[in-house]
T-cell receptor, first 113, second 110 residues
Framework: DSGVTQTPKHLITATGQRVTLRCSPR?????VYWYQQSLDQGLQFLIQ???????AKGNILERFSAQQFPDLHSELNLSSLELGDSALYFC????????????FGEGSRLTVL | KNEVEQSPQNLTAQEGEFITINCSYS?????LHWLQQHPGGGIVSLFM???GKKKHGRLIATINIQEKHSSLHITASHPRDSAVYIC????????????FGKGTKLSVIP
């Protein structure tokens, strides 16, 4: 158990809809990272938050947004969903801004029909 | 072209064999990670390396910064080692904007 909790584990929805994925980092970890794993693209970095502030942005679509709350949990919002958004979405956390060990959650599997 | 190349893409081994998975990268990095992903999908971080060699149980990871190459070795492989092993590199910026390899699927047969 990495200590990183993601919900929901599975989500099935329709095109055009909006979903929210939630991540609770390990106790004490200030950084949260979101990654997308699709069959054709593999794993890709989406976005990083550190202590409530956005720190780095990767290949995140404009239809996607994220935030980190004062209690350090994070949410990834995916809107106007398309079939191609079907993927595993991972959250990870670390104690620092950009160094040290990384701990992954179990992932949220999104299926868009 | 992916900046991180792994080989082989697929690997089948008999239980007990010594296994090597390779990772080459083309950019300067501050650290390299080896990750393990089991069929259920969860990802576990095995190693984080910036130089030299690390060992954890039957797993050994090495990195050669000058040659931009890392290897993951598994000694006395076991069916429970069957998983996808993913190499990921962190750029000099120091953020966790990791760039991932496509993974090596390992199957260890009893």
């Amino acid at each position: 158990d990495s200590g990183v909790t993601q919900t929901p584990k599975h989500l099935i929805t329709a095109t055009g809809q909006r979903v929210t994925l939630r991540c609770s980092p390990r106790s004490g970890d200030l950084s949260v990272y979101w990654y997308q794993q699709s069959l054709d693209q593999g794993l890709q970095f989406l976005i990083q938050y550190y202590n409530g502030e956005e720190r780095a942005k990767g290949n995140i679509l404009e239809r996607f947004s994220a935030q980190q709350f004062p209690d350090l949990h994070s949410e990834l919002n995916l809107s106007s969903l398309e079939l191609g958004d079907s993927a595993l979405y991972f959250c990870a956390s670390s104690a620092t801004r950009g160094a040290g060990e990384l701990f992954f959650g179990e992932g949220s599997r999104l299926t868009v029909l | 072209k992916n900046e991180v190349e792994q080989s082989p893409q697929n690997l089948t081994a008999q239980e007990g064999e010594f296994i090597t998975i390779n990772c080459s990268y083309s950019v300067g990095i501050s650290a390299l990670h080896w990750l393990q992903q089991h069929p259920g999908g969860g990802i576990v971080s095995l190693f984080m390396l910036s130089s030299g060699k690390k060992k954890h149980g039957r797993l050994i990871a090495t990195i050669n910064i000058q040659e931009k190459h890392s290897s993951l070795h598994i000694t006395a492989s076991h069916p429970r080692d069957s998983a996808v092993y993913i190499c990921a590199v962190r750029g000099r910026a120091g953020s966790y904007q990791l760039t991932f390899g496509k993974g090596t699927k390992l199957s260890v047969i009893p």
